[in-house]
């Protein structure tokens, strides 16, 4: 078929760039304090390794001593100590100049060259850059649910992380009592019915949780996550309803956030805890599967956030940028390019060396809130 003139030769018009995903997958690490620059992060003067010690203070009660008698013999407060090793994130991408050269920015008009693709190379280190931000946030969810996993990849793609089902674990040491349907005291199941059933009595069972943090830790329970599935049991439950009196109306606010699209709130029944109520994620495992941070399932209950209960440490490492740079150390977070020759082109890297350490494992609870 036969194409009119002016349409064969009327050029390609580039109207606009399109971002068709939009990720803001920073919220967990912010509320943690564990954002880069946060009140959390911690960079360790000693390495990849690193620990920490515990001394705990004690609800013990001294003993009674008669008049005239010797003092009494206590044992001197046992101290522990708990290891960890900071995983490392090194993403690279190789660019060749002979594909940049002549090519246009993205978004740009067709007529206008990107010189030696200077913005094309800066987008894709941000691309970089939110990869190793992903990893942060996941770590921050895997450390809210208790662990994760990986699985030894290949020489290029390297291991894959995931929730479960890896060879090898990353375990927070989250008491096995604070998950699933929550025996945190061995007193039996806290969530011994499912918030499924608008009968269950949530109330009662997040004053339960309340009440064994506080033996637990001393800490009572201040924060909820759960996706908007898991809110909309509770918005449906009798208790909840019930105790929010006569006005009828069974939240005291919520609010949303436009950015990350992520819901906060306070029920009239428990004035004092917060809901953080989010259905945003990640993808994960070999085959990339987009996973919920808090799957529709189960809610994460917390103490209130500070760098006692939780703390993102980060080590240095020793990189030169280009051949014969001299080595420097860079910690946690850090990207550079560095020109390649045989064929001329460019490297892009971005390194990342850090884990989120919870220091007070009891403080969080993953628990099974439908079944």
Known sequence: MAIAIPTLLQPAVVNARVDRLKVVNTSLQNFWGMN???????SSPMGRRGSYDV?????????????????????PNPVGNVPFTIPRFHPSMPLLGEVLHNQRPIGGPVGQIDSAGAQYIADQELFIKQLITNDREFQVAAMMRGSYTYAVGNEFQGPTMAYS?????VDYQVPSGNKSKL??????DILAATWATAGTKIVDHLLAINAAFIQLTGRGLKHVFCSSVMWGYISANTQVQTQAGSANTYFEYIERDEETTNFTARLRALPWLVFHISDNGLNTGASDTFEKFVDDTHCVFTVDPDAIVAQYWQCGEPISEYTGAPAVVRTGEYYWVTPTFNPTGWQLFGLHNGLPVLQIPAGIAYGLTVY
């Open 36 to 42: 880069k620059g946060g009140s959390a992060e911690r």
């Open 55 to 75: 001394f705990n203070s004690t609800r013990n009660l001294s003993r009674p001593s008669r008049p005239g008698s010797a003092a009494s013999v206590i044992s």
């Open 183 to 188: 025996n945190m005291l061995a007193a039996g």
């Open 165 to 169: 089902g890896g060879t090898y674990t």
